[in-house]
């Protein structure tokens, strides 16, 4: 047994999870009338319902007492303090540092990281402010009218999602495209309907080493040139958002042409750094820097609230009581805003990539569940597709309706309908309803629902709900006992990838790997030597 579940506030809720079980959410409601009062709550603009949760106040005063116990205070402290808590790679985390509008200090080896962020957000705006007022002109003379990030993982997911997510604050006079996958049909999709005298192309890499970028960056500097510009055109229509100055250099991009960030900004917490750049080109300086103090007032309930009022830690542990005490092996998003429709994509890497992992920060396998699924689709579209499962499915499916109470259009009916139908969903989920002579029309309710409210979709309400979600996935790291900030589970499969690029490369069929692996290798192989002969 772990130090976890031996743990006597494991064990007191593993006791109090025995006897809640034999109620029901819909008994919680009947008992208290008042209780959406008692379990719900405001932060920074973001209001959460988490009353349709199996949850009494025993309940969430036992998980504080387990957050307490793993020492989710202390290492809140710890990673606003710029400690090195991302252990394996020996770096502090501090996507925080890049929300800090207010000059507060923030210490990495001695160094006040503050300034540094201020100088490359004051370097984004001129460039930004260039690019949409027409004055940053391609090598022709003509004004920027399309932007193509090239960029995987966290240097594509976050700027996407948000660039979805603010579709009504964009520019109209600029269109975003965002190339991620190293299939070329990504790359040449865009490429074959822009023009090169009006394109920019933002190459994001934090590292600038990655095999898919780098691939798709030289497709788009050997397009680029195959037009009419020549060598110097480039500083015109590249830039580079990295940690890396020499590979952008080597590359060919003037370094005078990079926006910088730091090692303690890990890629899938990039978006609010420079990696943020299509988003300042799309929705202005003035907006990305209101989704910043979005989300930096979420970091300020989070390091100040205790934990029994903390919004990120109240849904980081209503997670754990579904995952750890009641089997869910997954968690449903479900944004009733289309503009949303890239969130769940995006908190996909965000938790799994965080905490998908199974060795604790002392080396230790867990004895318990880590990360759940993460996975989702707007409403109502999923209402008509998999919510049958969430209804009536032996799988118990934890889900976060996210919903906005003002529209980002005129039609006022379609709003109604789509938020009628949000609140109905949660309700039937909650309440289920009972056929007695008709058992597959009965349902057993009792699933568990959030339901997060914002105002309005605009830039400080995303950078709040974003940064809300930061710190539950942080929170729940902390319980595991796992580091949320590596991603060593991506690395083998880059390194077999090389050498198998290079197999593919060769003329002889390879017998190195295992039977399955050579022959599809040899396969791959030979009807790519009988395609090219035919097409001879
Ligand atoms: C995120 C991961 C990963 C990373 C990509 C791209 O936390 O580290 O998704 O963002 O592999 O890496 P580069 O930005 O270095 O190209």
Same mark, same amino acid.
């Given at each position: ?26 008994e919680?409601f009947?008992r ?9 709550q ?7 319902d988490y ?22 205070e202390?290492?809140r402290?710890?990673?606003?303090a710029?400690e ?9 985390v ?75 604050y ?25 023009d ?10 934090k ?5 898919e ?7 788009a500097? &050997?397009?680029?040139? %195959?037009? *009419? /510009?020549a !060598?110097?055109?480039i =500083? ?8 890396? +100055? ?10 005078g ?5 730091w ?6 917490y ?9 988003? &300042?080109?799309?929705? %202005?300086? *003035? /907006?990305? !820097?209101?989704?910043? =103090?979005?989300?930096h ?5 989070? +390091? ?40 769940? /994509?995006y908190l ?9 992992k ?5 080396g ?14 707007p409403?109502?579209?999923g209402q008509?597709?998999?919510f ?8 118990l ?5 996210? /919903? ?5 259009h ?17 309700e ?33 309400s995303?950078g ?16 595991w006992?796992?580091?949320?900030f ?6 083998l499969?880059?390194?077999l ?11 002889e ?24 002969e035919?097409?001879?």
């Amino acid at each position: 047994m772990s130090n976890l579940t031996h743990s006597s506030a494991w064990r007191a809720l593993a006791e109090h999870r025995d006897s809640i079980a034999r109620t029901s959410i819909r008994e919680l409601f009947a008992r208290n009338r008042e209780r959406v009062k008692r379990f719900s709550q405001e932060a920074a603009g973001v209001y959460v319902d988490y009353s349709r949760n199996l949850i009494t106040d025993d309940t969430l005063a036992l998980l504080t007492a387990l957050a307490r116990q793993a020492g989710v205070e202390e290492r809140r402290r710890a990673m606003f303090a710029g400690e090195r808590i991302n252990v394996t790679e020996d770096r502090p985390v501090l996507h925080v540092a890049l929300r800090e509008r207010a000059g507060t200090p923030i210490l990495v080896d001695g160094e006040d990281v503050v300034p540094k962020v201020s100088a490359v957000l004051a370097r984004m705006r001129r460039f930004t402010d260039a690019v949409r007022e027409g004055a940053w002109r391609g090598y022709t003379g003509r004004a920027i009218t399309d932007v193509v990030n090239i960029g995987i993982g966290g240097s594509d997911l976050g700027p996407r999602m948000v660039c979805e997510a603010l579709k009504p604050y964009g520019s109209k006079a600029l269109t975003m495209h965002f190339v991620s996958n190293v299939d070329g049909a990504d790359i040449a999709e865009v490429l074959q309907a822009a023009d090169p005298e009006t394109t920019l192309f933002v190459i994001s890499s934090k590292t600038f080493t990655t095999r898919e970028t780098l691939l798709n960056a030289h497709t788009a500097r &050997a397009w680029f040139l %195959g037009s *009419d /510009a020549a !060598e110097p055109a480039i =500083a015109k229509h590249f830039v580079a958002v990295s940690t890396n +100055a020499d590979a952008v250099t080597a590359f060919g991009i003037d370094p005078g042409n990079m926006f910088e960030f730091w090692d303690w900004v890990g890629g899938r917490y990039s978006l609010w750094s420079a990696i943020g750049l299509p988003i &300042a080109l799309y929705v %202005g300086m *003035d /907006a990305f !820097e209101t989704l910043l =103090a979005g989300a930096h007032a979420m970091d300020r309930h989070f +390091a100040e609230a205790p934990l029994e009022q903390n919004l990120p830690a109240l849904l980081a542990l209503i997670g754990i009581w579904h995952t750890n005490f009641f089997g869910a092996a997954s968690h449903l998003i479900a944004p009733y805003d289309r503009y949303l429709h890239r969130l769940p /994509a995006y908190l996909q890497q965000l938790d799994m990539e965080s905490n998908g992992k199974s060795v604790t920060l002392c080396g230790e396998r867990v004895d318990y569940a880590t990360g759940p699924v993460i996975w989702g689709e707007p409403g109502t579209n999923g209402q008509h597709a998999f919510f049958q499962l969430l209804h009536q499915g032996s799988a118990l499916i934890p889900a976060d309706f996210i /919903a906005c109470m003002q529209p980002q259009h005129a039609l006022d009916t379609h709003h109604k309908v789509l938020l009628a139908n949000c609140f109905a969903q949660t309700e039937a989920l909650m309440n289920g309803s009972h056929a007695p002579d008709a058992p597959h029309r009965s349902f057993d309710g009792n699933r568990p629902t959030n339901t997060i409210c914002l105002e309005k979709l605009d830039p400080a309400s995303l950078g709040a709900l974003l940064a809300l979600y930061e710190h539950k996935v942080f929170v729940q790291g902390v319980i595991w006992n796992i580091n949320s900030f590596d991603q060593w589970g991506v690395e083998l499969g880059k390194r077999l990838a090389v050498t198998i690029e290079d197999e593919i490369a060769r003329p002889e069929p390879v017998s190195a790997h295992d039977s399955s692996t050579n022959g599809l290798i040899n396969r791959f192989k030979a009807r790519r030597n009988v395609h090219a002969e035919s097409t001879d």
